[in-house]
């Protein structure tokens, strides 16, 4: 194998793939990228068996091959080159050797037969769309915060994509919990994924999708079958495993019934959230709001620390209302809303309290009060 | 030099007998009026309390232990005679001592007997650690103007109490230090008073062997061993250097423990780190639903504590023993503390469902840590389980119920099990 490629070109996709890789490794393989050169393209694989990223770039392929050297090195190496380098990787069979020439400086990495690594098994995808980054990056963006990291309730430890009934219709829809807060983030159905099947998208797996999102004219091609799920933009095709789980019915969750309607600045009030709880304890967190008539105080009371109060000018004509909750998950909904005031619906102290955009039902919150 | 009897508690100068009322109980001392760390150990302390509660079992040997294959608990002090020693397995205590009385243990009147053994230290010295039920360190340093008597004479007074007052028996050390202490009271059991003051403490120590040191088991019995270390004699030999680098912090304490020297203060209130309950089954089990039941009392009982200390944890522990020996543990960080035995007990049975372990195991234990004070546990629920609101509404329900008619007055079907 020998072949010719332009840094960044090269370090676009390197770094791609070696982000995948663990940096705890058990099996030496998991810690190689898989390099293929044929025709006028190079494909770099990794995977940690749950994941598998490929990544092509154009290439000047002198001689066909493939071979596999460790991912964070080879990264590490490309970062470090000169930029605009023309980067020769070329590796003869005998030697086991991946040599990596650029201008004057010269490398030559160990590396691992290419039979050895792992290529994950193709899937049945049974629902096949496509649909716009910028849709994408909302549904996720929006989403993630909420996964939870409780490993007794692994089916929380991800994103739950799936199709949804909503008042316009079908929609395609992301929701995450983890038990304390929940995020609904709804997108119009592209077509084709109608008889979708919900799958739960890992963690990881929704991080690394996010770099395939960046660009705001992408199309990317959904798959999806019961058990894996794929990603994919010309240049780059990411595939997961699934969480093996059933996601809760979630629809339960989301209070219906909640009348009393506070509309706040979602800047001005994170900006207060944030002020006031810097006295609160490092166990609590708890932020109070007392409620009246276009008024809301955000006060913190903690006995060993401190106190702070704070008033800000709201739209709110209900009863007179007291409600605690854990400042990081106000202060991390709050920063969900990006163009109007946040409506927040209350019940009672003791109910789960929904937040959302204006009028704006495409993206629901809902979080849970903290006795205080 | 000073002496004290220990029936009328008349202080005296020297001789064998108490001038006052002719009694042989009589500690003598150069330093008796002048030390003040002491610790209090209860004489064969679950035994006794059985046979106060049952005079029937005074002249009988008596073992405190669970189960026909159990290890003994305790052995009052006939039985000791047999030759029958704590934590021997339960045949062989049978063996030695075939007409013996096994009783199963009554945790509940321990614990009761305890407070009032403590209630009466209270009144000598606010400065009480208890290091377990049945004994406790005490600082009676600086008390001997508000009793009007030094605290050798409060001490004598506290066993008279003890025995006139609750009918039952503890043995005292008294000492210049806690370490000291604690072996003096190990010295003239039962109902001993033994002293051990600061003039004669090396020359005591000489022979002793270094096993006499609370903590030094049967593991750091064989590192010393290979270091050539049997008696304090041998550790008195060792530069303290040396210790230290051989045995690092532990060698550092060595080195003052060979001179009779522990810094350590009595520590009253010591902060509890957690709070666990286990228990040794009668016969090992793999059953799901009898372990199941046992899961759920013992998650009871650690929330039962907490709740009567009013605190909370985030930590919940899993303990098994599988009939090998060979202990297994689990643990969960919570989302937020809790002190719901409902909690505890769907968390230790996750755990356990976790586990995924057929057993069969001898022992099982539940705990509870990483504390808070109660007022910041449970406030917060779970989205994901409605219902928790209301398992914790009747849970308090049927703690209330407790509290007013007893503690058997309302009980889960579970815990039945």
Request: with cysteine; charged share 30%; proline share 5%.
């Amino acid at each position: 194998m020998k072949f010719s490629i332009e840094r960044a070109a090269l370090l676009k996709a390197v770094a791609q793939a070696q982000s995948v890789v663990e940096r705890r490794n058990t099996i030496p393989i998991l810690a190689n990228v898989l390099i293929e050169a044929e025709g006028d393209t190079v494909m770099f694989r990794a995977t940690d068996l749950d994941i598998e990223v490929v990544d092509r770039a154009p290439a000047k392929v002198e001689r066909a091959g493939a071979t596999t050297v460790a991912a964070v090195t080879l990264n590490e190496i490309v970062r470090k080159l000169p930029d605009g380098a023309l980067v020769t990787l070329s590796e003869s069979g005998s030697s086991g050797r991946l040599t990596i020439e650029a201008g004057r400086s010269n490398f030559s990495l160990a590396t691992l037969p290419k039979e050895d690594f792992p290529v994950m098994a193709s899937s049945d995808y049974a629902s096949n769309f496509s649909a716009p980054a910028p849709v994408l990056r909302r549904l996720f963006d929006k989403s993630k915060f909420a996964i939870s990291t409780e490993e007794t309730r692994y089916y929380l430890n991800g994103v739950y994509m799936h199709v949804a009934d909503s008042d316009g219709g079908k929609v395609l829809r992301c929701v995450a919990t983890d038990g304390h807060r929940l995020a609904r983030i709804d997108a119009d159905l592209p077509s084709g994924a109608e008889g979708m099947a919900g799958v739960i998208v890992p963690r990881k797996t929704v991080g690394e999708l996010r770099k395939l999102l960046d660009d705001d004219d992408a199309q990317i091609a959904v798959s999806v079958s019961e058990t894996k799920v794929r990603f994919a933009t010309p240049q780059i095709t990411l595939t997961s495993k699934v969480i093996d789980g059933t996601f809760p019915d979630y629809t339960r969750v989301i209070p219906t019934g909640n009348t009393r309607r506070l509309e706040v600045d979602a800047a001005e009030f994170a900006k207060a959230v944030d002020r006031v709880a810097t006295v609160s304890s490092e166990r609590s967190r708890a932020v109070k709001l007392s409620l009246d008539e276009d008024r809301l105080i955000l006060s913190v009371n903690a006995p060993d620390s401190g106190a702070a109060e704070e008033e800000l000018a709201v739209a709110y004509g209900d009863d007179r209302l007291e409600i605690g909750f854990n400042a990081k998950y106000l202060l991390e909904i709050a920063s969900q809303v990006d163009r109007e005031n946040a409506v927040f619906m209350f019940n009672s102290s003791g109910d789960p309290t929904l937040m959302r955009e204006g009028n704006d039902t495409t993206a629901v919150y809902v979080v849970m009060p903290m006795r205080v | 030099m000073p002496a004290l009897c220990r029936d009328c508690l008349a202080t005296f100068d020297a001789g064998r007998r108490c001038p006052t009322c002719r009694s042989p109980r009589v500690t003598v001392h150069d330093e008796l009026f002048t030390l003040s760390i002491a610790h209090m150990d209860c004489d064969a302390f679950y035994a006794s309390v059985e046979k106060r509660d049952n005079p029937e079992l005074r002249d009988k040997p008596v073992i405190i232990g669970g189960g026909k294959r159990g290890v003994v608990s305790t052995a009052c002090y006939l039985a000791r005679i047999k030759g029958v020693r704590s934590a021997m397995p339960m045949f062989q205590a049978l063996k030695l001592c075939p007409e013996a009385i096994v009783v199963r243990p009554r945790m509940d009147a321990y614990v009761e007997a305890s407070r009032a053994v403590r209630a009466l230290m209270d009144e000598l010295t606010p400065v009480v650690e208890p290091l377990s039920l049945d004994e406790a360190f005490m600082d009676l340093g600086g008390t001997a103007k508000l009793h009007g008597a030094p605290p050798a004479v409060m001490l004598a007074r506290l066993t008279k109490r003890m025995k006139d007052e609750l009918g039952l028996t503890g043995s005292i050390g008294l000492s210049h230090n806690k370490f000291l202490a604690k072996v003096a009271s190990d010295l003239d059991k039962p109902r001993g008073f033994s002293v051990i003051g600061k003039a004669e403490t090396v020359e005591f120590l000489r022979h002793k062997p270094v096993r006499l040191i609370w903590g030094i088991g049967p593991a750091a019995q064989e590192s010393l061993d290979r270091a050539g270390i049997r008696t304090f004699n041998d550790l008195h030999r060792w530069d303290h250097d040396d210790l230290v680098a051989r045995f690092g912090g532990t060698g550092d304490r060595l080195w003052h423990l060979a001179r009779g020297e522990d810094a350590r203060r009595v520590a009253a209130n010591r902060p509890v780190k957690g709070i666990s309950n286990e228990t040794t089954f009668y016969e090992d089990t793999g059953d799901p639903d009898i372990l199941d039941g046992h899961i759920w009392r013992l998650s009871e009982q650690v929330s039962g504590r907490a709740k009567a200390r009013d605190i909370a944890g985030s930590v919940v522990t899993l303990k098994l023993k599988r009939s090998n020996h060979k202990i297994v543990s689990r643990q969960l960080h919570l989302r937020e503390p809790t002190q719901y035995a409902d909690t505890i007990y769907r968390t230790a049975r996750a755990l356990f469902d976790q586990l995924g372990d057929k057993g069969p195991f001898r022992l099982l234990g539940v705990g509870l840590s990483h504390l808070c004070p109660a007022s910041d546990a449970d406030r917060e629920g779970d989205l994901l389980d409605p219902d928790a609101g209301k398992r914790a509404k009747a849970e308090k329900a049927a703690d209330d119920i407790r509290k007013k008619f007893g503690k058997d007055a309302i009980v889960k079907g579970r815990a039945l099990r």
